[in-house]
């Protein structure tokens, strides 16, 4: 039997919050690359809420390098883009260091993994957002810096003919919109919404 394993590196919704059963999208991607190809994938999650791009970079050489897994997919971390206290704010961080930190990551991840993946950060509520920010989550979200950001990564993994999967475009509409309880996290019905999107876009590049 041959199969591949997979690190995964990403944030809260990777990681399957305000997905009733626990598992999220990624989980259940996998689940479904396994009914093709019965123990065909197994992979160990890395994801974490809240993580940025420097805890990708930490987390990339502490956590998915040391697991010894064949191949590695990454998601965009929206909390790059983060502006806190209103949309307004600056975001907490530049542009300049996001594109340094995706270069030493990418850099370091060719050398020790034989395949990468990208996915794109996903999309946001923003007509919602006003209505769910509270004291203790005062943390806001654009579009417009996200889909910048997919731009630039995508532009990035071009360059080192690394796979982008672009789930933005396909789950900005209002039946996904509508699954995101806090404007930024999908439900359990959001989470099937990307793993079925990602399991297309997987499946389109040959899994």
């Known amino acids: 039997m041959t199969y591949e394993t997979y690190?995964?590196?990403g944030t809260s919704i990777a990681q399957g919050y305000y997905d009733e059963t626990g598992k999220g999208w990624v989980i259940r991607l996998f689940e479904k690359l396994n009914v093709d190809k019965p123990?065909?994938?197994?992979?160990?999650?890395?994801?974490?809420?809240?993580?940025?791009?420097?805890?990708?970079?930490?987390?990339?050489?502490?956590?998915?390098?040391?697991?010894q897994m064949d191949n590695l997919i990454i998601e965009v971390?929206?909390?790059?883009?983060v502006r806190q206290g209103n949309n307004g704010a600056n975001t907490d961080m530049s542009t300049a260091l996001q594109m340094e930190l995706w270069t030493q990551i990418i850099d370091v991840a060719k050398k020790n993994f034989n395949k990468i993946y990208v996915t794109s950060?996903?999309?946001?509520?923003e007509e919602?957002?006003?209505k769910t920010r509270t004291p203790d989550w005062n943390v806001w979200y654009k579009n417009e810096d996200i889909i910048d950001y997919n731009s630039r990564i995508k532009t990035l993994c071009e360059k080192h003919n690394i796979p982008f999967m672009h789930l933005f475009d396909d789950l900005n509409n209002e039946k996904y919109?509508?699954?995101?309880?806090?404007?930024v996290h999908p439900n359990t019905d959001g989470h099937i919404m990307i793993a079925d999107l990602a399991y297309k876009k997987f499946k389109e590049i040959g899994f």
């Open 39 to 67: 123990s065909g994938y197994y992979f160990s999650h890395c994801a974490r809420s809240g993580d940025r791009s420097y805890n990708y970079w930490h987390r990339l050489c502490s956590e998915a390098i040391q697991r």
């Open 7 to 9: 690190a995964f590196l």
């Open 77 to 81: 971390p929206c909390n790059d883009l």
């Open 177 to 183: 919109l509508n699954t995101l309880d806090d404007s």
């Open 128 to 130: 919602t957002m006003t």
């Open 121 to 125: 950060g996903f999309p946001k509520n």
